[in-house]
């Protein structure tokens, strides 16, 4: 299947890597051509526009930071829908409210193609070996089509809804975890003077319902953070996170509900950026709010 992937972040050059792996002649697009170039390696083809990337596959993948990115690679001259794309299959993964996928539909739709909304819960590691949890919108058909290639990149696939289903279930799995950092922080400042080692501290965590499945994968890379290593591999950026949690409050003000908690946690995570974090991990949020002490 000829596959062209839109937008080679973090997730996006993973996601490649699993599908090249996978035999598929795969092309990419970034906006930033460097790394799209980096993956040549490992046998993919570089489009020079998001409009050659989309001529290129029968099936496009994008996966980009935000809403005005989607906008930027999809819409105007050289995007995705600017040429003839009649009869293609969009598969939009990037975190965004559910209106802006609903909205892109109807672009696609006015240029005779299909999408469908695949956000991902799982990160880089995960999307390497095709571990990720799918939350798919969009037509059963389409859903279909996409389902092949959806089947390597995941683990299980939900099929939620119409588009933008999978976005609202996105921005709600996301929601108790990226809390949980700013908790965790808290939680760890009540034990600190104990003196105990990070490792046991997070092993008991882990043990108990006080530490949820992320910190069964993550433990080891927190514990780590709290003893004071800076972890190398960023999976998951502390502005990304600040980026999901305004998505969600600006979701739950368009349905009504104040996220008061969701709102809090953003506060924290806005002094962590502030304070030079932004590009580091999500671990180093409870290191950034242990630092605060007495601030
Ligand atoms: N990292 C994770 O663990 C994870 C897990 C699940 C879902 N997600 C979601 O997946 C999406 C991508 O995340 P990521 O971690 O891969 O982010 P990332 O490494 O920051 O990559 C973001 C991508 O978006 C592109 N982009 C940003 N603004 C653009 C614009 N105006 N025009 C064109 N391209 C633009 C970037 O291009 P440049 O390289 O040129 O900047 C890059 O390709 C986000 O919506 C994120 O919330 C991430």
Not at 20 to 25: F, N, V
Not at 116 to 129: F, K, Y
Not at 133 to 141: F, Q, V
Not at 267 to 291: F, R
Request: proline residues 5%; positive net charge.
């Amino acid at each position: 299947m000829k596959v062209g992937i839109a937008g080679i972040g973090r997730m996006g050059a993973a996601i490649a890597e699993r599908l090249l792996r996978h035999g598929h002649a795969v092309t990419v697009w970034n906006r930033t051509p460097a790394k799209a170039q980096a993956l040549v390696q490992h046998g993919a083809a570089v489009a020079a526009t998001p409009a050659q990337l989309a001529a290129s596959a029968d099936i496009i993948l994008s996966i980009l930071t935000d809403a005005q990115a989607i906008a930027a690679a999809y819409d105007g001259p050289g995007g995705l829908l600017s040429g003839d794309v009649k009869g293609k299959l969009f598969v939009e993964m990037s975190t965004v409210r559910p209106e802006t996928q609903r909205e892109l539909d109807q672009r696609v739709r006015a240029k005779g193609a299909r999408m469908i909304d695949c956000p991902v819960g799982g990160t880089t590691g995960p999307a390497r070996e095709g571990k990720l949890l799918g939350l798919a919108g969009g037509d059963a058909s389409d859903l279909a089509r996409a389902r092949p290639l959806l089947e390597q990149l995941c683990r299980r696939i939900e099929h939620v809804g119409p588009v933008g289903a999978g976005e609202s279930v996105k921005l709600a799995i996301n929601l108790p975890l990226l809390v949980y950092w700013q908790a965790l922080g808290e939680a760890y400042a009540l034990c600190q003077p104990l003196g105990l080692d990070p490792a046991r501290v997070i092993d008991i965590f882990a043990d108990s319902s006080g530490g949820p499945n992320a910190l069964k994968v993550r433990g080891t890379m927190v514990a780590e953070a709290l003893g004071g290593k800076v972890p190398g591999n960023v999976t998951f950026n502390i502005d990304s996170i600040r980026k999901d949690l305004a998505t969600m409050i600006e979701e739950g003000a368009a349905l009504g509900y104040e996220l008061p908690v969701t709102s809090r946690a953003l506060e924290c995570y806005d002094v962590a950026s502030k304070a030079g974090m932004g590009d580091g991990d999500a671990v180093m949020l409870p290191v950034s709010w242990l630092k605060k002490k007495g601030r």
